[in-house]
């Protein structure tokens, strides 16, 4: 079975800050990455997504995420963080074979003014 | 075009009753997919619909039910409500063509006292 890790759990930065977030999964075949962002009162919203080609996948409001197949990572940057940007970020894998996301655990970004 | 609509947002039950949650996809999407958060397990995959079938099914017990009809629409059911079964639970739709980008509802909050 598939495992998406997601190393902080709790992020707390200033404006202006570079952000790094860590993602590692654990699967054999053929998957697609996302990062997921859920805003305060929110629904879950789509940063980015990958399905092959560039590695480096650039996103919504300033953000990218570079896929190292031989790490199994997924990791989320951005480099000058918003107060704006405080909100909760999920890594997700999904086996194409059966279109079911599996998520990490969540990282929630506080970011101060 | 609109996006994935749940009702109802928030629900109150108690324990032993059931419970049905209704999700409406983006128009033309054709899959949905049902995922319940909770603080202690994160997100997870519960099951997902395409042309009025289930095609793939999550680790939980046969008192989450589900049903897709012809315009797509799911209904996701849940019997003999306990304690556990609050949450917050999601609908997702896709659109087939779309490398699986799965596009996230609001969510119903359920809590069972």
């Known amino acids: 079975a598939q495992s998406v890790s997601q190393h902080n759990h709790h992020v707390i930065l200033s404006e202006a800050a570079s952000l790094e977030l860590g993602c590692n999964y654990s699967y054999g075949g053929t998957v697609n990455l996302f990062w997921y962002v859920q805003y305060p009162g929110q629904h879950l919203q789509l940063l980015l997504k990958?399905?092959?080609?560039?590695?480096l996948v650039k996103g919504i409001k300033g953000f990218e995420a570079e896929f190292i197949k031989s790490k199994f990572s997924f990791n989320l940057r951005k480099p000058s963080v918003q107060w704006s940007d405080t909100a909760e970020y999920f890594c997700a894998v999904m086996d194409t074979g059966r279109r079911a996301l599996t998520f990490g655990s969540g990282t929630r970004l506080q970011v101060q003014p | 075009k609109a996006g994935v609509t749940q009702t109802p947002r928030y629900l109150i039950k108690t324990r032993g009753q059931q419970v049905t949650l209704s999700c409406s996809p983006i128009s033309g999407h054709r899959s949905v997919s049902w995922y319940q958060q909770t603080p202690g397990q994160g997100l997870q995959f519960l099951f997902e619909y395409f042309s009025e079938t289930q095609r793939n099914k999550g680790n939980f017990p046969g008192r989450f039910s589900g049903r897709q009809f012809s315009n797509s629409r799911s209904e996701m059911n849940v019997s003999t409500l306990e304690l556990g079964d609050s949450a917050l639970y999601l609908c997702?739709?896709?659109?087939?063509?779309?490398?699986?980008?799965?596009?996230f509802g609001p969510g119903t909050r359920l809590t069972v006292l």
């Open positions: 997702a739709s896709t659109e087939s063509s779309s490398h699986n980008e799965q596009f």
């Open positions: 990958y399905f092959s080609g560039d590695p």
